[in-house]
């Protein structure tokens, strides 16, 4: 439940940095009762079906079993449309942060495993996949595999909507399970829009409505930011 909590003010969020051994960069990015391990690993290649010589990042996306209050089923031959589609979003929301020819030949996986969920879960991925991003290429400039630093500027993610009327930020699982709005906000530190995923789960809303969620999460991915 929310609490005492605003509804322009985000859960307690904590990034735990290094938080695996052998990942070139890991965290534990908490956003309230939603805790996601990311790993950042380096393979010093390039995808086949790449025919210059830039870079790539790429992620997947995994919710552990007892993550939720009933166990969900491991995706072993097979992953889910949802699946797929927070694992699409984890890669080009971060992508959006890089310049992929300043790290030519190597593959970045950005790895998130979600030990609690508890609403958010797609958005504390990408939060934290920056951080272990960020690790990653500090460890690779360090040893001299990259020339220079891509990363271009830091980018954030955040739910907010509307729950009973009111613009919301951060929401909680109790709250987006009743949301009359539901959105997925990525920007840049510039505040570009990288997505902004809005859906009407109960009716249409106003244009205003979406102007006030995009300035409620800017404000909320500002303060992410900073914690990076």
């Given at each position: 439940m929310r609490k005492n909590r605003k509804n322009d003010e985000t859960r307690e969020i904590k990034f735990t940095k290094n938080y695996t051994k052998h990942a070139y960069g890991s965290v534990l990015a908490e956003f309230g009762d939603t805790k996601v391990i990311v790993t950042a690993s380096v393979e010093k290649t390039k995808p086949k079906w790449m025919e210059d010589n830039r870079g790539w990042l790429t992620a997947e996306y995994s919710l552990l079993p007892a993550s939720t209050n009933t166990r969900c089923q491991r995706e072993r031959t097979k992953i889910s449309g949802r699946t797929q589609e927070i694992?699409?979003?984890i890669g080009r929301s971060l992508r959006a942060g890089l310049d992929l020819n300043k790290m030519p030949e190597i593959t970045i996986t950005i790895d998130a495993d979600v030990i609690q969920a508890d609403g958010g879960t797609r958005t504390a991925s990408i939060c934290g996949g920056f951080v272990a991003l960020s690790l990653a290429v500090e460890k690779l400039i360090q040893e001299g595999i990259l020339k220079e630093n891509p990363i271009v500027e830091p980018v954030a993610a955040i739910s907010a909507g509307i729950v009973d009327g009111e613009v919301r930020l951060d929401l909680e699982y109790e709250e987006d399970c009743r949301a009359q709005v539901d959105s997925n906000?990525?920007?840049?530190?510039?505040?570009?829009i990288v997505e902004f995923q809005t859906t009407?789960?109960?009716?249409?809303?106003?244009?205003?409505?979406?102007?006030?969620?995009?300035n409620v999460a800017k404000k909320g991915?500002?303060?992410?930011?900073a914690k990076y």
């Amino acid at each position: 439940m929310r609490k005492n909590r605003k509804n322009d003010e985000t859960r307690e969020i904590k990034f735990t940095k290094n938080y695996t051994k052998h990942a070139y960069g890991s965290v534990l990015a908490e956003f309230g009762d939603t805790k996601v391990i990311v790993t950042a690993s380096v393979e010093k290649t390039k995808p086949k079906w790449m025919e210059d010589n830039r870079g790539w990042l790429t992620a997947e996306y995994s919710l552990l079993p007892a993550s939720t209050n009933t166990r969900c089923q491991r995706e072993r031959t097979k992953i889910s449309g949802r699946t797929q589609e927070i694992q699409r979003l984890i890669g080009r929301s971060l992508r959006a942060g890089l310049d992929l020819n300043k790290m030519p030949e190597i593959t970045i996986t950005i790895d998130a495993d979600v030990i609690q969920a508890d609403g958010g879960t797609r958005t504390a991925s990408i939060c934290g996949g920056f951080v272990a991003l960020s690790l990653a290429v500090e460890k690779l400039i360090q040893e001299g595999i990259l020339k220079e630093n891509p990363i271009v500027e830091p980018v954030a993610a955040i739910s907010a909507g509307i729950v009973d009327g009111e613009v919301r930020l951060d929401l909680e699982y109790e709250e987006d399970c009743r949301a009359q709005v539901d959105s997925n906000v990525v920007l840049t530190k510039s505040g570009k829009i990288v997505e902004f995923q809005t859906t009407a789960e109960g009716g249409a809303f106003e244009y205003d409505d979406m102007l006030e969620i995009y300035n409620v999460a800017k404000k909320g991915i500002n303060e992410i930011i900073a914690k990076y």
